[in-house]
C-alpha cells in the first residue's frame, strides 16, 4: 500500500489549511504525525477504519479535524487556528490490520512521504 500526503504550504498563523492522504489499497484505521526541524515525530490525530473513533493530541485538540473518505481512501487533517508551532513535515499512516486506535508510531504499517506545512507568525 502506499500512501500519498500532499495539501502542506505556507499559511499565517490564524490561517488555515487541509491535509490529505490517498492511499492506493484501502488501510485499517489512519491517522497523522508531524516532525518539527530537531525534534522527534510526535502524534497529531488517528481516525477508525469506519471513521466513526477518533482521537487528537492534546496540542491539536479543538482546532484540528481528521476525518476519512473511505470509498476514495483518503484521510483528511482539516487544520485550523494555525499557530507556528505546528509548523512541521506532516505524515499520514495506516495500519494493515484492525487494532485498537493508536496514538504510537510503531503500530502503524504504512507511511506517506510527508508535507510540509509552515506557518508564519
Known sequence: ????????????????????????LGTYNMAWFRQAPGKEREFVAAISWGGTSTCYSDSVK???????????NTV?????SLKAEDTAVYYC???N?????????GTYDYWGQGTLV???S
Open 1 to 24: 500500500v502506499q500512501l500519498q500526503a500532499s495539501g502542506g504550504g505556507l499559511v499565517q498563523a490564524g490561517g488555515s489549511l487541509r491535509l490529505s492522504c490517498a492511499a492506493s
Open 62 to 72: 479543538g482546532r484540528f479535524t481528521i476525518s476519512r473518505d473511505t470509498a476514495k
Open 76 to 80: 483528511y487533517l482539516q487544520m485550523n
Open 93 to 95: 499512516a495506516g495500519q
Open 97 to 105: 490490520r484492525p487494532r485498537v486506535l493508536s496514538t504510537v508510531a
Open 118 to 120: 509552515t506557518v508564519s
